[in-house]
């Protein structure tokens, strides 16, 4: 026959156990997007790479090599905001994941401590209502305060997430305006 206090322990260490392993599947399915992403990425940056080889042996005079060597830049350009785009997107969503998983973990901690509190009054001798009621107040203040956190660090995320992809399109727009000019340029001269 288990105790209560034993039967506590268990269902402390199990959830601690399950939290662990959430954790640890966030960070493998993450480490395993960004793996297939760079294999990925390597292969069409070879794949480019033998398109360029042979587009470059097929080359006859320098108007070509000038246009050829813009399409290359721009087309690198683009694969690299891709590759980061990807990147911050995955690392993006295993933020959110492990920000859920430490607010459901808080929430918990929040009500066992309150349910604790409320099973110490029970049994209290008397006069110690006041503290408790001081340490509830601690505990609700704080969880309020972890929520205002949340809420704020989501909002900046948010933001960073809306300045990374305006950064990326006005540099691949500023990249394709540069290639027109320069294309432009060189067939006047």
């Known amino acids: 026959m288990t105790t209560n206090a034993q039967q506590q322990f268990h269902d402390f260490a199990t959830e601690q156990v399950e939290t662990a392993l959430r954790f640890a599947r966030i960070s493998l399915d993450t480490s395993e997007r960004l793996g297939k992403l760079q294999i990925e990425s390597a292969k069409n940056v070879l794949e480019d790479a033998a398109k360029s080889a042979k587009s470059l042996a ?3 005079d320098a108007q070509e090599a000038l246009a050829l060597n813009q399409k290359l830049n721009e087309s690198a350009v683009e694969q690299a905001l891709s590759f980061y785009r990807n990147v911050y997107e995955i690392t993006s969503q295993a933020q959110a994941e492990y920000t859920k998983l430490i607010e459901e973990r808080t929430t918990v ?12 009054v029970k049994s209290a001798p008397a006069g110690t209502d006041v503290a408790v009621a001081a340490v509830k107040s ?3 203040a704080t969880a309020a305060a ?3 956190l949340t809420k704020a660090a989501k909002q900046v995320a948010d933001f960073a997430d809306a300045s990374v992809k305006a950064a990326s399109t006005a540099t691949a727009d500023a990249v394709k305006t540069a290639a027109k000019k320069t294309s432009a ?5």
């Not at 901690?109 to 110490?120: E, I, Q, T, Y």
């Not at 340029?185 to 001269?189: C, G």
């Open 109 to 120: 901690f929040n009500k066992s401590a309150v349910a604790g509190l409320d099973r110490f």
């Open 58 to 60: 097929q080359i006859k």
């Open 146 to 148: 972890v929520d205002s």
């Open 138 to 140: 601690t505990v609700q």
């Open 185 to 189: 340029a060189s067939t006047q001269h």
